[in-house]
């Protein structure tokens, strides 16, 4: 049996907000704002996120997916999480979120 949605809906946002405090140090934005998040999906208190890189290149790929999968294990409601780095769809600018637009000097 599943939990309610809006129990799911709580866990989802705490697991966001822990997201957002992972941290790509080459730009110094967080994963939730650069767009990196691809999906979240919940089964019961296990938690599997599908997070990719600006590029595949990206040197510190390994760190922020470590972090990651360390800031899901402190959600409250979660037993279990993994990380996925995906590369499709290839990410763009377009996914960053207006804050991190304007922290980079890409505003309007």
Known sequence: ???????????????????????DPELGLNVVDLGLVYGIDLEGSV?????TMTTPACPLGEQIVRDAEER????????A????LV????WGP???????????????
């Open 87 to 90: 590369w499709e769809p290839p």
């Open 72 to 79: 899901l294990q402190q959600v409250e409601g979660v037993t």
């Open 47 to 51: 938690v599997r996120v599908r997070l």
């Open 1 to 23: 049996m599943s939990a309610p949605a809006p129990a799911l809906d709580a866990l989802r946002a705490r697991i966001l907000e822990q997201l957002g405090e992972v941290i």
């Open 81 to 84: 999480a993994s990380v996925e």
């Open 94 to 108: 377009e996914r960053m979120s207006d804050r991190a637009r304007d922290a980079l000097g890409w505003g309007a």
